[in-house]
Every structure is written in C-alpha cells, then in structure tokens.
C-alpha cells in the first residue's frame, strides 16, 4: 500500500531566546491540509505574511538557514523542520513571532518530543516520494566540500566532516534509518570554534548564544584575560585559558557529537526540497551553503522528471500474471496490451508491456520503421485502468469496462520494438455510480511516452 502524507495530531508552541537576535520568541507548530508543506508565518509583522520553506527561498547560509520571502523573513529554520522530516511530518504550518526560530538548547530533540506528545495523523494524500535512481551531485572546489546523493530504498545519510583543528579533526556519522533520528541524531547539539565566536560578536551575531545551547570548541590557546573577556561577552563561566577541549555546559552524548550536529543540518536543510526522498546522502565538509546548493539541484531534477516511472524489477513475481489478466479483462489477441501488473493498491496500478518485433501492427505502422500507434498506447492505458476499477469488486469477472471519455491525450516519444513500457494509472476521484475517473502515465525507461485522463464505467455483463 502506498504511504500516506502525515500532520501533527495537535498544536503545540515552543519559547526561548533567538541565537543571533537575542530576542525571547514563540514559535508555535500547528496540523496543515495535504500537499500544504512546510510553511513559516511572520505574526508579528502586517498581514502575517508566509514564507514557502523550499530551496529557492534561502538568501543566507553564513550561520544557519535563512528563509525570505519579500518581506518577511525568518533564519534557524534547519533544527525544527529536520525534526519534522526526519519523524515523516509532510505538512505544518510554523508561527514565529520573531525574525528566527528559538535556539532551544542547540538541537533538534525538545522538538521531537513534542511532536510525539501531539502525535502524527495519516492524511488521505498519498506520500510523493521522489525516487533517486541515479548519481547526483553537487561539488565546491574551493573548500573541498562535496554532496553526492545515490539511488538506495529508503532515506539514509553518511556525514563526514574535517577541520584544522588540535581538538575537532574529523569525524563521521551515519544514519541507515530515520527511525533511529530521535535517539542517535535528534540530541546532537550545534557547536562553533571560539574563533568563530570572536568574529559573530564583532558581527552583531549569537546575542543569545551561550554554553546551554551550544558546544564551543576552544582550540587555539588565548590568554587569561583574552579567555575571561570572551566568557563574560557570552555568559560563560570561567575556564583555564590552559586547558584546550570542548566547553558546554553538560558533556558530549557522544564522542562524535558534532558529526551527528552537522547530519542533522544537512535532513533540515534537505526538508526544503519539498518532496521526501529516496536516497543515500553522502557528505563530505558539509555546510548549509553546499546543502542549499543540493537542495537547489534535487528541486531541478525533480522538475525535469515531474512524474516518476515506477521502479520495475523483472525478477520479482507479478501480483498479476497474463492468465489472471485474462479472468478480467475480455480482451484477446490481438487487442490485449498488457502482459503482468506488478503493483496495486486501493488508488493505483503499476503494469508492463514488453514490446517485440511481432506486433500485428507493425507492418502497417509503419513499413520499415515499425512505431507503436498512439491509440494503442492509451488503450493499454485503459486496459491498466480496467484492472484497477475491476479489483475494486466484489466478483470482478462479472463485469467490464467501457470507455466514455479520454482528455488530454499527449504523446512525447515514439514506442518501438525491444521497448518495455511501464503503465501507471490512478483513481483522480472516487468510484461513484459505476462511473470510474483515472490519469494514467506510460513510461519507457525514466520517459514518459504517454498520458491521459480517462473516464469509464463499469457495466454489469450480460
């Protein structure tokens, strides 16, 4: 069956400091309609305007994701919706009162558990997963980092991270399973270098940053005076300026922790796609400027494939094979244009074609450049159509289906022997009165070849 998109079960509203601004902030997650995404809303600004969190919105990355749509505008955005994607959240409205999403303690996790005490409602909507099915990648010569994103079943990212640094060197971090985001990712908190600290301050930067919601890497050796000047600017205690390590205010959860930190930038920054993803990440230094860039790509890729062809395994057994097909549908050679369907639900069929030389229409279509006629392509359209419609019935060999409409009819390729064409067609309304509304898509390769929208009905046989 396929997924469903999901929402929160419930509202709830987080408060705290704003890490650059300073600024004690609401933010408030609430339930959103299906196919809605994530959206951030300005309240305290006139008309409350809504930022669209997606790629192209992003006009900062210096130290943290920057939303901006007109106006309006909001930055840490990358903590929460990595909570929500990771968790499978598809549609939340986010409410800030502020010009940024509060820094909590620096990660993810207080997120998590809230939207686990208001739980995650499925929707009617089915989950538009986009399918990786070949190498991308996005690479920055200049400061080596690398993004590279495979085909894989499921979700999963390798982090890996490298610094000039006696304390913080490199590190990895990966995550197989995003169930496993809320015990071994979600608790990782940001962290900087105290140079890094020096030039924010100069910057009019991380007004509210501090040791509760940050680790701080001291590694090149100041001064006493140099180092107390510094803790007091932020509110930190006072350590000796001779002891090189990690400050915070409670001890690392892990040995690896800022890997984890930086793995869970990169599924924040990754949310803003806009769709989930089918796919191993590997990363390499990354930063949400690469990432922004990633994410920039996969929305292109993503465009130039607007529909997916179903993955097709010719090894696995069909749910339907050719004499199955036969107990549905009447027709016979050589009007029948569909040999297995290898997918099904309550809303969808996936089915195969193999194409050969010996198609009883080739010779008349045409002699010496043999081409599937257009009219042939939505007939087995129809016919894939007809098999979900009839799988929807008590006794579905008592009836069949009849053509009533077909609209939008467009063809992008030509069809030809040795070709396998893949079918997918889909309810586009509910069955009602024996009246059946579909779309259905024919694929060879990755390509779409045809598409149409067809209405039927279902007649009882005589």
Not at 219 to 238: C, F, H, M, N, V
């Amino acid at each position: 069956m396929s997924a469903k998109q999901n929402t929160l079960g419930g509202t709830f509203t987080l408060q705290g400091k704003g890490l650059h601004t300073g600024l004690k902030l609401n933010v408030t997650f609430c339930p959103a309609p299906e196919n809605h995404g994530y959206k951030i809303q300005r309240t305290d600004l006139p008309g409350e305007p809504v930022i669209d969190a997606i790629a192209e919105n992003v006009v900062e990355t210096t130290r943290g994701t920057v939303l901006q749509k007109g106006e309006a505008r909001c930055s840490t955005v990358e903590h929460a919706l990595a909570a929500l994607y990771a968790l499978g959240v598809d549609n939340c409205l986010l409410k800030v009162d502020g010009p940024e999403v509060p820094i909590l303690d620096g990660s993810a996790e207080i997120y998590v558990r809230n939207i686990r005490q208001v739980g995650i409602v499925a929707q009617n909507a089915p989950k538009d997963y986009y399918v990786v099915h070949h190498k991308v990648e996005v690479r920055d010569e200049a400061t080596g980092s690398v993004i590279t994103i495979l085909p894989d079943e499921q979700f999963s990212i390798t982090a890996m991270i490298a610094f000039k640094s006696k304390v913080l060197s490199s590190q990895f971090a990966t995550l197989d399973n995003m169930e496993l985001f809320e015990q071994e990712i979600a608790p990782a908190r940001t962290f900087c270098f105290v140079r890094e600290i020096e030039m924010m301050l100069a910057a009019g930067l991380i007004k509210g940053g501090d040791l509760d919601n940050a680790i701080v890497i001291y590694e090149q050796q100041k001064t006493q005076a140099e180092l107390d000047q510094l803790a007091q600017s932020i509110g930190a205690p006072r350590h000796d300026a001779a002891e090189l390590g990690f400050l915070q205010t409670k001890p690392l959860m892990w040995d690896n922790e800022p890997a984890r930190h930086k793995l869970l930038d990169i599924i924040g920054d990754m949310a803003l796609i806009g769709r989930p993803i089918k796919g191993r990440i590997i990363a390499t230094r990354p930063g949400h400027t690469i990432n922004n860039r990633f994410a920039r790509l996969m929305r292109k890729e993503i465009r130039a494939h607007r529909v997916q062809a179903p993955a097709y395994d010719p090894n696995r057994t069909p749910l339907m094979d050719i004499n199955r097909i036969k107990e549905l549908l009447p027709h016979r050679y050589p009007m029948l244009f569909v040999d297995k369907a290898i997918e099904m639900d309550a809303n969808s069929i996936v089915a195969v074609k193999n194409v050969t030389g010996n198609e009883p229409f080739f010779p008349g279509h045409f002699p010496g450049e043999p081409v599937v006629p257009g009219v042939l392509l939505i007939e087995a359209l129809a016919q894939t159509g007809g098999l979900l419609v009839l799988s929807q019935l008590e006794k579905p060999e008592a009836y069949s289906t009849y053509f009533l409409k077909i609209d939008n009819a467009k063809f992008s390729q030509k069809v030809v022997p040795g070709d396998t064409l893949i079918f997918k067609a889909f309810f586009t309304a509910p069955l009602r009165h024996s009246i059946a509304q579909m779309h259905g898509y024919a694929f060879v390769g990755e390509n779409i070849v045809a598409e149409a929208q067809l209405t039927a009905q279902v007649i009882h046989n005589k």
